[in-house]
């Protein structure tokens, strides 16, 4: 590519606390990014506005094949399971259950959304917390698996079993020191106490439940595949103490998510491609565990539900600097017209932010704020940019994973979403939003009608 | 009732067993006929009962009498003795003891034939008890010999060309009953038992006389004589009951046949020096030569379990035929998820000669390419590092683990094999892996290893230009031996279910391992009962147990059926159906006579049904005749595939054309929910 003829400068020395990874700033570097799979961003933005998500289909099913394979090749009987908190646009659903995922879900409200898609009973996943009664029902009458949080929830289930006259299979989850800090004790029942067991006890005494599974998710973004190696060893181990004991069969182990996308967290210096094992290295571990600590010939399902590691580097956000600015510290910062309220993962990671032409100039830190008038509003505060004139547009990526279920309408309308598809064709998969969407559940008492005297 | 039964029923069957089938009906239509003469009854009778009696003395149980040859030889013998004598005192008597005699005759018969020949023992007790009682009576002046008085003739009413007269009056010579009505009787018997049979009777008996008549010169003779009931069974055991039905069977009936005449003749000899008839000497002896000489040679077609007539038999073995290839060599694939074949066997590059029967396995990516990058590094391969799982259950005979991993496109030519482990298999041969990774091998000589035991990781040593699995089967412990074909079972190639196979190249292949949850639903255990309603026109229960089998195998039945099940590697299966073949049991077999324990959807298999699934039964019997002639004319095909989780959707396809469809859906807990064959509804009761 020809680069544009760039002006020589001298750039004053600033001597920063020394590290082995250097500074980081190369002043000429910057990344430019003219197009997603093959689409301008120019026409994305003409056509579909600023800001803009935009998916890309072609990443998202060969992520998601890469990450599949990696765990069938080295066992072989694997479900994922798609974690629909992560990302529950129906579009992207649509294109995981298309690869065989089934449905994980953690709400009654996902678990509708689930169903509305299409998704059978029978191939959702039942998570969370909170689980209304009436949720719980609707979930054993069509054959969802649920897995239990607490003993709560053992006895909702006995009474809706009960109600119905059926026999429900259930798993439980359980939480575990794998090493991993902090330790997600919250969820499900804590093993190395002895409250898994007790679980378990308690469902057999019931005799209305039958516990065919075990879920455990160790946390988020583990950068430490040996821990899901401890997870495995010490599922498996309870696995056939609750077979030997009880007489319960365990077809599945549930283990969770947590798989780490090449995104850069906050805090840490080496960039994601070092310090992100590859999904290879995960596998290897969960699956060797499995192979040595199982009965030979026992295969239970191994059920994955990886969010993050699939849709995130799917995921683009567009967005167009509307002004510029030179703080009191000599920093320069620009205004974005995308701020936290549609990229909630901007609290923990520092993007990829790439720009859509060539810029002629030096690069320096920069902050970029959002929209809000608030003061948390930042996308980033320490990026390496070369002075933008208004209207460049940014590209920043990785953000498929939880932005757009965790936006909120604050001040302002939450943008659209354009699916890219193998084909390169572009498809709007989420309309902008608009003050209709906002004011359609309000209700003004008529003796409030806002009337003026003129 | 019971008790009653569990003695009548063996008895009439040991009268049917005489015409080679089991049938209790046609059994007390024999009896019947014996009975026409009354000296005749009276004395099998009496000396069947006496073997009862006997057996009953030495405290043998009741099972024992289920084996047919303990209760037709006492009853031949005693046919025999009252088609000589006049029925009272004396005579009685001496029925009584000749059917002990002829019981401890078998016992020890039976004992010498199994054991040193390992023929059954036919009726060589029959012909050696009677002759030597014929002969003792010579003595008995205090018996009265029947034929010095009037008896009832019996014959039909119109005169028969003689050839045909001939054939009826030999058949009823087999039971001493030497008339053409019962003769009639007898070839219309079996004719409804069997065709076969029947076919054979008449080959047998007309290849027998007319060969005769051209060595004696004298058809009418020929015709007349009754020992040629010996050609017609030799003809009908050989042909039929100890030989799987086919054209080549037919050929040596034909040729027993012929054998039999000499020896009629030859035994005659001695035998009517002593005022004896020959019995069924000729029969056993050229039914026993030719069948110890095709069972020494290992010849393929000797029934290894009669089935109540021929066409049950052949019917059941060219079933077993298409849905069981091969049962005794068989391996699984040896990993997880989808590999690519790379070589099978008699490979293009290295799966030559002795070593021909050999498959590799690589990794396969959308464009066929079994590395990412440039694969310059062992890294790039798919393959490389991929766990490697045990194909058999075995013991470990011998591992290497200690050769390098060669660079991507080189090879070591010193150590072929590489790291490998071999496996022997108990079922009597060995099985090679080669090709591991360094030091990853994770079993050591000696142990004993499960199928699906991780092994170690696939690698690139020995002859190996890129990381790859290479899977063979051998007869000996030592490297280098060479190969002999095998089969590879429970795998998906596309969504296709293969439950055995031999991979093709190119192939893409995952092995399948049984889910465990339908496993559970599935394996049905002992005393299980399941309870359906079956809607058929009216309303009708059905209620099944699970039992087991003497030999261990498992059933289930509705007191009228036996459907025998079992689950063999993934794959749940219906194997026969025994008999009362009207029970509704028949619609569970019919409608999902395998069942791969896979849940996931879109997955579709293949298998064979027996032509008893065939429901106008005048068709079916024909088929079954005109099949003994050429085995691959007439076939059921069976097309399933999982409707959804647990909803087995099939499609019969039958000779001629006729498709039924039938869907089968398992149920929640154990065993199945419903079934649709035909229209036809059988739904499991709520419980």
């Known amino acids: ?454 | 009732m019971g008790g009653v039964k569990s003695y009548l029923f063996p008895l009439l069957r040991s009268y049917s067993a005489l015409l080679f089938n089991s049938s209790v009906w046609g059994g007390a239509l024999l009896l019947f006929l014996t009975f026409l003469n009354p000296n005749l009854g009276i004395g099998g009778f009496i000396s069947v009962f006496s073997a009862y009696l006997f057996a009953h003395l030495l405290g043998l149980k009741r099972d024992f009498f289920r084996i047919d040859y303990y209760i037709y030889n006492p009853l031949l013998v005693g046919l025999s003795l009252g088609y000589l004598f006049k029925v009272n005192v004396v005579s009685l008597l001496f029925f009584f003891v000749s059917g002990i005699l002829s019981f401890l005759l078998t016992y020890i018969l039976y004992g010498l034939f199994s054991y040193y020949l390992r023929l059954p023992v036919l009726s060589v007790p029959f012909v050696v008890g009677s002759s030597l009682l014929y002969l003792s009576s010579l003595k008995f002046s205090n018996l009265f010999v029947i034929n010095l008085y009037p008896k009832l003739h019996l014959s039909l009413p119109f005169q028969l060309p003689l050839f045909i007269d001939g054939y009826l009056k030999s058949l009823g010579a087999v039971f001493f009953l030497s008339n053409n009505f019962a003769g009639l009787v007898i070839a219309l018997l079996i004719f409804l038992t069997s065709r076969i049979l029947f076919f054979l009777s008449v080959v047998g008996y007309y290849t027998g006389t007319l060969f005769q008549a051209l060595l004696t010169g004298s058809f009418s003779q020929a015709f007349s004589d009754l020992s040629a009931f010996n050609y017609l069974l030799t003809s009908m055991a050989v042909g039929g009951v100890f030989l799987i039905p086919s054209l080549r069977s037919y050929k040596f009936a034909l040729l027993s046949s012929l054998i039999a005449v000499p020896l009629t003749f030859g035994a005659k000899v001695f035998w009517e020096s002593y005022g004896l008839p020959v019995f069924a000497f000729p029969f056993n002896f050229s039914v026993h030569m030719l069948l110890y000489t095709l069972i020494t040679i290992g010849y393929y077609g000797v029934v290894s379990f009669y089935r109540g007539t021929p066409e049950r038999t052949l019917d059941y073995y060219l079933t077993y035929l298409r849905r069981f290839p091969s049962v005794d060599r068989t391996v699984s694939l040896p990993f997880s998820g989808p590999w690519t074949v790379w070589q099978s066997f008699e490979g293009p590059w290295t799966h030559k000669g002795l070593w021909k029967y050999a498959v590799d396995f690589v990794i396969t990516d959308e464009k066929g390419k079994t590395y990412k990058g440039g694969g310059y590094y062992l890294t790039d391969y798919y393959a490389f590092g991929k766990p490697v799982l045990s194909p058999v259950s075995g013991d470990v005979v011998s591992v290497v683990s200690d050769l390098p991993d060669n660079p991507p496109g080189e090879a070591d030519k010193e150590n072929n094999w590489g790291n490998y482990v071999l496996l022997y298999d108990r079922r009597g041969f060995y099985v090679l892996l080669c090709h591991f990774k360094q030091y990853s091998i994770k079993v050591k000589p000696g142990q004993f290893v499960e199928k699906g035991t991780l092994l170690g990781l696939c690698g690139n040593s020995g002859y190996s230009p890129q990381p790859h699995i290479h899977l063979h089967v051998q007869l000996y412990p030592y490297l280098g031996a060479p190969t002999v074909p095998f089969f590879v079972s429970s795998y998906l190639s596309g969504n296709k279910f293969f439950d055995f196979g031999v991979p093709k190249e190119g192939e893409l292949l995952e092995p399948v391992f049984p889910e465990k949850s339908l496993l559970k639903k599935l394996n049905l255990l002992i005393d299980q009962e399941m309870t359906f309603t079956l809607f058929n026109n009216e309303k009708e229960l059905l209620k099944t147990v699970v039992k087991m089998a003497p030999d261990g195998t498992f059933y289930i039945t509705d007191g009228r059926a036996k459907l025998y099940f079992g689950i063999r590697n993934s794959t749940f299966y219906f194997y026969h159906l025994e008999g009362d073949t009207s029970s509704p049991l028949k619609y569970l077999f019919f409608s999902a006579p395998k069942v791969p324990l896979i849940s996931r959807g879109k997955v579709k298999w293949e298998d064979y049904l027996p032509l008893l699934s065939i429901s106008s039964p005048l068709k079916r019997e024909l088929y079954l005749f005109l099949s003994s002639f050429n085995h691959s004319f007439f076939k059921v095909k069976v097309n399933s595939h999982f409707k959804k989780e647990g909803l087995i959707a099939s499609t019969l396809k039958f000779p001629g054309g006729k498709e039924v469809s039938s869907f089968v859906k398992i149920a929640p807990d154990f065993g199945f929910e419903e079934v649709i064959y035909d229209n036809r509804l059988i739904m499991r009761r709520k419980r």
Request: hydrophobic share 40%.
């Open chain 1, 1 to 454: 590519m020809k680069r544009p003829y760039e002006k020589p400068v001298i750039n004053k020395l600033k001597v920063n606390f020394m590290n082995k990874f250097g500074t980081g700033t190369f002043s000429l570097s910057k990344k430019v990014r003219k197009e997603i799979e093959g689409v301008p961003v120019e026409k994305l933005v003409e056509e579909f506005g600023s800001p803009l998500f935009v998916f890309s289909e072609k990443r998202l099913r060969q992520k998601f094949r890469e990450v599949k394979n990696a765990f069938t090749l080295r066992y072989p009987n694997v479900e994922f399971s798609w974690s629909y908190k992560t990302n529950y646009l129906d579009a992207i659903c649509a294109i995981l259950h298309s690869e065989g995922e089934t449905a994980e879900v953690v709400s009654e409200f996902e678990y509708e959304k689930a169903r509305r898609l299409g998704v059978p009973g029978n191939k959702i996943i039942y998570n969370g917390p909170y689980k209304p009664i009436s949720s719980l029902k609707t979930a054993v009458e069509e054959g969802a698996r649920i897995n239990i949080d607490h003993f709560e929830e053992i006895s909702d289930l006995e009474e809706v079993a009960k109600e119905l006259g059926v026999k429900v299979k259930v798993g439980i989850r359980l939480n575990m020191d794998t090493g991993i800090k902090p330790q997600w004790s919250r969820f499900g029942f804590n093993l190395e106490s002895g409250q898994a067991l007790d679980a378990v006890k308690r469902i057999a005494a019931g005799g209305v439940l039958e516990l065919c599974g075990l879920h455990c998710h160790i946390g988020t973004f583990i950068l430490d595949p040996s821990a899901y190696e401890k997870e495995v060893k010490k599922l498996v181990d309870f696995a056939y103490k609750v077979e030997d004991e009880f007489g319960f069969k365990i077809e599945y182990l549930d283990i969770g998510g947590g798989f780490p996308s090449k995104n850069r967290l906050r805090g840490v210096y080496l960039p994601p491609d070092v310090a992100v094992p590859s999904i290879d290295e995960f596998a290897e571990k969960i699956c060797g565990a499995l192979l040595s600590s199982l009965r030979p010939g026992d295969y239970p399902k191994l059920i994955l539900e990886s969010g993050r590691a699939i849709v995130d580097e799917a995921g683009f956000l567009i967005t167009t600097v509307h002004a510029s600015k030179r703080m009191p510290d000599g920093r320069r910062a620009y205004i974005l017209d995308a701020g936290v309220n549609v990229l909630f993962t901007a609290f923990w990671y520092h993007f990829n932010i790439e720009i859509d032409r060539e810029v002629v100039g030096p690069s320096e830190p920069c902050i970029l704020y959002g929209p809000l008038c608030m003061n948390i509003d930042v996308v980033d505060d320490d990026v390496n940019l070369p002075p933008l004139p208004r209207g460049t547009k940014l590209i920043i990526s990785p953000v498929g994973a939880y932005n757009v279920t965790q936006w909120m309408q604050f001040i302002r309308y939450r943008p659209g979403v354009v699916l890219i598809g193998e084909n390169g064709s572009v498809e709007l998969i989420r309309e902008a939003e608009d003050l209709s969407d906002i004011v359609r559940r309000e209700k003004l008492p008529e003796r409030l009608k806002v009337k003026w005297e003129e």
